[in-house]
């Protein structure tokens, strides 16, 4: 059974860092993708970043320059360091990964396996 389990959420002042973590277990990272999506109340959830088996990354177009993500194979965690916080990126954020991908997909549709969320609160 794949289990996804996210931490590091928090409230930050703009301008701050958080770095999220997602420790899966019963997943390895052979052929499929993961991922950062981000849901904020009332709004659509948002491909914030992917990553394939590779370690090619992809990420949204508000974020890049700001967040990375990565992933420790040794460790089963997934990353998203988010530097240069902007109120805008106050959101629950879920990790997600897939069984296979080509290369790295932020469509939520690709992804079978998904975390309950870490809350990410930015003030102005």
């Known amino acids: 059974q794949v289990r996804l389990v996210e931490s590091g959420g928090g409230s930050v002042q703009a301008g701050g860092s958080l770095r999220l973590s997602c420790v899966f277990s019963?997943?390895?990272?052979?052929?499929?993708?993961m991922g950062w999506f981000r849901q904020a109340p009332g709004k659509e959830r948002d491909g914030v970043a992917s990553?394939?088996?590779?370690?090619?990354?992809d990420y949204f177009d508000s974020v890049k320059g700001r967040f990375t993500i990565s992933k420790d194979k040794a460790k089963n965690t997934l990353y998203l360091q988010m530097n240069s916080l902007k109120p805008e990126d106050t959101a629950m954020y879920y990790c997600?990964?897939?069984?296979?991908?080509?290369?790295?997909?932020?469509?939520?549709?690709?992804?079978?396996?998904w975390g309950q969320g870490t809350q990410v609160t930015v003030s102005s």
């Open positions: 997600a990964a897939s069984d296979f991908c080509f290369n790295p997909r932020r469509d939520s549709n690709d992804y079978k396996y």
């Open positions: 019963g997943y390895t990272v052979r052929s499929g993708c």
């Open positions: 990553i394939d088996s590779a370690s090619r990354t």
